[in-house]
């Protein structure tokens, strides 16, 4: 099992942004965004060094996009997908939002790539504790790097022993 934090426990230098945190933190309407912004605003305020890899940047591109296209899907009654394929012009104005988000990612954290030996990492990851393929690889990728200590809002982290897991869960 995952050591549990709070977002008022001592901190670890370093720790891995995940991205059910990021989209909180970012999207307004979250029901968790004012404690992720508060817990974001200390880590900045202590110089806590903040690090996220790809996987971050895919999911939250995701989540921006996919809220985009299925507000005009509601909208007009019909599948995202089907928007995705019709209707470019969402999708354009979606990325507005992206790519003002992973400026804002850009700034404030230090990208992780993914290593050869992370990908193993992340298929025994999977293996071991049930994880999803994405949540193997933000663990894979930060432990490849060092990083033991994770801000989630991922449930799934907890399974995982030997790291830190701060929420607000």
């Given at each position: 099992m995952a ?30 965004h004012h ?66 988000v992973k ?67």
């Amino acid at each position: 099992m995952a050591e549990r934090r709070n977002f008022h426990d001592a901190l670890e230098p370093i720790v891995y942004l995940n991205s059910s945190f990021v989209i909180a933190l970012r999207a307004r309407h979250d029901p968790f965004h004012h404690e992720c912004r508060v817990f974001f605003d200390r880590l900045q305020s202590e110089g806590i060094v903040c690090v996220v890899s790809d996987f971050v940047y895919n999911e939250v591109a995701f989540y921006i996009l996919r809220r985009f296209l299925m507000r005009e899907a509601i909208r007009t009654g019909q599948s995202w997908e089907e928007i995705l394929r019709t209707v470019p012009q969402v999708f354009q104005n979606a990325m507005d939002e992206v790519e003002n988000v992973k400026s804002r990612i850009d700034r404030s954290t230090i990208y992780l790539p993914t290593s050869e030996s992370a990908k193993d990492l992340a298929f025994t990851l999977m293996r071991r504790y049930n994880l999803l393929p994405t949540d193997a690889y933000h663990v894979a990728v930060a432990l490849d790097a060092g990083v033991n200590a994770f801000v989630s809002l991922d449930e799934d982290l907890f399974n995982v022993d030997g790291i830190i897991v701060y929420t607000c869960l």
